[in-house]
C-alpha cells in the first residue's frame, strides 16, 4: 500500500503542475456545475422554466407517471445537464493518465521506476487510482454542489426530489466511478502507443461516444433513463472495465514498456 | 557476488519474423568488491544485459544469481538489492531534486529518507539545488543525481550504464571519483562505458561482448596477451647493426628500429631489462630514456572487435 500511495503522491505532484492538466480536472466541474445552474436561473427570471410539453419525448412524458407536465419539462431539462455532468468521470482521468504515462514516456522517467522493488501491480494501480480519485472527488462533489444549490434556482420540491432519485444515485454513485476506470485504461493502453500527450488525449476521449449516446437517445426519444437503464450500463461499463484492466495489465509489464513502448 | 550461466534474450520484433537475438550465451563471474567493465559497441546488448541482471526483463534461456538470488524466481529481492544507473536516466523535470530522491527512497523502503537524501545531496553538491526543479539543471547535475537516486538504498551491487556519458571532463572526473569512493567501500561494480580510459582507471577486469563474450580479464592482461610487453628505449644515435645484436639474445622476441629508437618485445622486463641495457652501452650506445610500451585499451577493445567481426563475417560467409 505505501509504494501505491507513493506512486499517487508523485502522480499528483507532477501531473497538477501542469496547467493543461490542471486546467481539466479545476474548471469542468465547476462549468458543469454553474452553467446549468445558471441556466436555469435565467430561464426562471424570463418565464421559460415551465416551458411546453411538446419539447418533450412522449416516451419520457409518459414515463413522468405521477409528475405534473411542467416538473416533467424540468426533469427532462435536468436530466440533460447531469448526463452533461457524467462527462466529469471520463475527461478528468484521460488528462491526468495521458499526460502521467506519455511524460514517463517521453522524459524516460518510467525505467528507473520499474527497476524498484514496485510490483507491476502497486504501479499500475497507483497511476490509475492518481487519475480516478480526483475525477470522482470532482463529481461527487459537483453533483452535491447541484443538489443543495439547485432549489435556490427556482427547482420545483418535486423535480429536486427527482435530482436525489435511485436512477442518479446510482449514475452518480456507481456509474460514474465505472466510466473513470474505463477512461483511465483506455488513456493507458492509448499512451502506450503515442508519444504526445495531447494525441493520446484526444484519441482516449473515444471514451466519452457511449455517453453521447445516452444523451442523444434521451433527446429523441428512444432511451428513458431509469433505474433498468443506469443498472444495464453500470453492469456493460463493469465488463468493459474487466476487459480493459486486463489488457492494461498486459501492457504495463515491465519488458513490454521497456522493449516496445517507442 | 554475480554468477550468470548461459544467459541468453532473443526478442521477437513481429509474427512471421525470425528473433533478434540481443545476448547469447554469456557466462561469466563477477566478484564482491570488484569493479567489472563490460564493454562492446552500440547495440551488442549491453543494456538488455544490465536489464536482466535487474530483473526487468527476462531472459530467454540461461540464469543468474544476484548476491546468492536468482532471476525469475527473486525478481522484487533483486531489484531491492542492486541499484542501477540506466543509460537515459529520466527525473521527473516539474519535481524538486529533493521531491526526486524521496519518491525513490519511499519506494526502496529507506529507513531514514529524508537523513538518505540529505547524505546523498550533499556528497554529489547538489545540496544548495534541493528545491529546484530538475528540469532547469544542466546535464552533469541531472547525471549526479540520477547517480543519488541508484545509490540512496545502500546497495551493495551497482549496475552503472554509461554513467560519464556527455559530461564535461570536471563532471566526469567527479562521477568517476565517486565510482573510486563506492568501490573503496567494498561495493561490487558492473560498469557498462563506450569510455574505455575510463574503464582502464577504474575496472578491475573487463569484458569485452558484442552479443557474445568475446574475452573477460584484466586490462594488463588483455594488452599482454595480445601485444606482449615491450621496451622503448631512446638513444642519442641509433646504428642500425644493434638490431641483430639484440635479436641474438635469447630472451628477446623481437625487435624494431624506429628513428632514434628501438623497441624491444620482452617477456620479462623486470628481469631482462637490465642485460639489454648493459649490452646496449657496452656496443657504445647513449642511451636517453627507457620506458616500458603501453598499448591503450583502445587498441586492444578495437583489435578484439574487429577479430570478432571478421570471425563473423566468417560464419556468414
Given at each position: 500500500?505505501?509504494?501505491?500511495?507513493?506512486?499517487?503522491?508523485?502522480?499528483?505532484?507532477?501531473?497538477?503542475?501542469?496547467?493543461?492538466?490542471?486546467?481539466?480536472?479545476?474548471?469542468?466541474?465547476?462549468?458543469?456545475?454553474?452553467l446549468p445552474l445558471v441556466m436555469l436561473f435565467a430561464m426562471r427570471s424570463s418565464g421559460e422554466l415551465t416551458g411546453s410539453t411538446t419539447d418533450v419525448p412522449p416516451s419520457f412524458m409518459a414515463a413522468c407517471g405521477n409528475l405534473a407536465p411542467e416538473d416533467c419539462i424540468q426533469v427532462f431539462m435536468i436530466n440533460q445537464f447531469l448526463l452533461m455532468f457524467m462527462?466529469?468521470?471520463?475527461?478528468?482521468?484521460?488528462?491526468?493518465?495521458a499526460y502521467s504515462v506519455v511524460g514517463e514516456k517521453t522524459t524516460r522517467s518510467l525505467e528507473p521506476l520499474l527497476a524498484t522493488p514496485i510490483t507491476t501491480v502497486e504501479l499500475l494501480a497507483?497511476?490509475?487510482?492518481?487519475?480516478?480519485?480526483?475525477?470522482?472527488?470532482?463529481?461527487?462533489?459537483?453533483?452535491?454542489?447541484?443538489?443543495?444549490?439547485?432549489p435556490l434556482v427556482g427547482i420545483r420540491p418535486a423535480v429536486h426530489a427527482e435530482i436525489l432519485s435511485p436512477t442518479?444515485?446510482?449514475?452518480?454513485?456507481?456509474?460514474?466511478?465505472?466510466?473513470a476506470v474505463m477512461a483511465v485504461n483506455f488513456a493507458l493502453i492509448v499512451s502506450s502507443r503515442v508519444n504526445d500527450p495531447r494525441a493520446a488525449e484526444q484519441i482516449s476521449m473515444v471514451v466519452i461516444v457511449p455517453l453521447l449516446g445516452l444523451i442523444f437517445g434521451q433527446i429523441a426519444g428512444v432511451l428513458v433513463l431509469n433505474v433498468q437503464l443506469m443498472v444495464s450500463v453500470a453492469i456493460g461499463i463493469a465488463v468493459v472495465d474487466v476487459a480493459l484492466i486486463y489488457l492494461g495489465a498486459r501492457l504495463f509489464q515491465r519488458e513490454v514498456i521497456l522493449t516496445r513502448w517507442k | 557476488m554475480i554468477h550468470i550461466e548461459a544467459l541468453t534474450k532473443q526478442f521477437n520484433p513481429r509474427k512471421n519474423q525470425a528473433p533478434i537475438t540481443a545476448v547469447e550465451d554469456l557466462s561469466l563471474d563477477v566478484r564482491q568488491g570488484e569493479v567489472?567493465?563490460?564493454?562492446?559497441?552500440?547495440?551488442?546488448?549491453?543494456?538488455?544485459?544490465?536489464?536482466?541482471?535487474?530483473?526487468?526483463?527476462?531472459?530467454?534461456?540461461?540464469?543468474?544469481?544476484?548476491?546468492?538470488?536468482?532471476?525469475?524466481?527473486?525478481?522484487?529481492?533483486?531489484?531491492?538489492?542492486?541499484?542501477?544507473?540506466?543509460?537515459?536516466?529520466g527525473m521527473y523535470d516539474r519535481l524538486s531534486a529533493e521531491k526526486n530522491l524521496m519518491i525513490f527512497a519511499n519506494l526502496y523502503g529507506v529507513k531514514d529518507p529524508a537523513g538518505q537524501v540529505q547524505k546523498y545531496l550533499r556528497m554529489l553538491g547538489l545540496w544548495e539545488r534541493r528545491l529546484d526543479e530538475v528540469g532547469s539543471f544542466s546535464k552533469g547535475m541531472r547525471q549526479k543525481l540520477a547517480i543519488a537516486r541508484c545509490i540512496l538504498h545502500e546497495p551493495q551491487i551497482l549496475f552503472l550504464d554509461e554513467?560519464?556519458?556527455?559530461?564535461?571532463?570536471?563532471?566526469?572526473?567527479?562521477?568517476?571519483?565517486?565510482?573510486?569512493?563506492?568501490?573503496?567501500?567494498?561495493?561490487?561494480?558492473?560498469?557498462?562505458?563506450?569510455?574505455?580510459?575510463?574503464?582502464?582507471?577504474?575496472?578491475?577486469?573487463?569484458?569485452?561482448?558484442?552479443?557474445?563474450?568475446?574475452?573477460?580479464?584484466?586490462?594488463?592482461?588483455?594488452?599482454?596477451?595480445?601485444?606482449?610487453?615491450?621496451?622503448?628505449?631512446?638513444?642519442?644515435?641509433?646504428?642500425?647493426?644493434?638490431?641483430?645484436?639484440?635479436?641474438?639474445?635469447?630472451?628477446?622476441?623481437?625487435v624494431?628500429?624506429?628513428?632514434?629508437?628501438?623497441?624491444?618485445?620482452?617477456?620479462?622486463?623486470e628481469e631482462q631489462n637490465p642485460v639489454l641495457i648493459r649490452t646496449l652501452v657496452q656496443q657504445g650506445a647513449d642511451i636517453q630514456f627507457v620506458g616500458e610500451l603501453r598499448h591503450s585499451l583502445e587498441d586492444v577493445y578495437l583489435s578484439l572487435i574487429r577479430s570478432s567481426n571478421g570471425g563473423a563475417e566468417e560464419k556468414q560467409s
Open positions: 500500500m505505501n509504494n501505491i500511495k507513493t506512486i499517487i503522491d508523485k502522480e499528483w505532484l507532477e501531473v497538477f503542475k501542469n496547467r493543461f492538466v490542471l486546467f481539466t480536472v479545476m474548471l469542468l466541474p465547476v462549468l458543469f456545475t454553474i462527462l466529469l468521470p471520463l475527461a478528468i482521468p484521460v488528462a491526468i493518465a497507483g497511476k490509475s487510482a492518481a487519475a480516478v480519485i480526483p475525477a470522482i472527488a470532482a463529481t461527487w462533489v459537483g453533483f452535491l454542489v447541484f443538489v443543495l444549490t439547485s442518479w444515485l446510482i449514475a452518480i454513485g456507481i456509474v460514474g466511478p465505472l466510466m | 567489472f567493465g563490460f564493454l562492446g559497441p552500440n547495440g551488442a546488448g549491453k543494456t538488455t544485459t544490465v536489464r536482466m541482471l535487474t530483473s526487468l526483463i527476462a531472459p530467454t534461456r540461461g540464469t543468474a544469481t544476484i548476491n546468492g538470488l536468482r532471476l525469475g524466481q527473486d525478481d522484487t529481492a533483486i531489484r531491492r538489492c542492486v541499484g542501477i544507473l540506466t543509460e537515459t536516466p554513467p560519464t556519458s556527455g559530461l564535461d571532463p570536471e563532471a566526469a572526473r567527479l562521477v568517476r571519483d565517486f565510482i573510486e569512493e563506492l568501490k573503496a567501500e567494498g561495493r561490487t561494480i558492473f560498469l557498462c562505458t563506450h569510455n574505455l580510459d575510463e574503464a582502464d582507471r577504474l575496472c578491475e577486469r573487463i569484458a569485452i561482448f558484442k552479443t557474445r563474450l568475446i574475452t573477460v580479464d584484466s586490462p594488463r592482461n588483455l594488452r599482454e596477451q595480445l601485444y606482449g610487453r615491450k621496451v622503448v628505449v631512446h638513444l642519442r644515435m641509433l646504428d642500425p647493426a644493434w638490431v641483430p645484436l639484440l635479436n641474438d639474445l635469447s630472451f628477446v622476441r623481437q624494431q628500429a624506429m628513428d632514434n629508437k628501438l623497441v624491444v618485445s620482452l617477456e620479462h622486463p
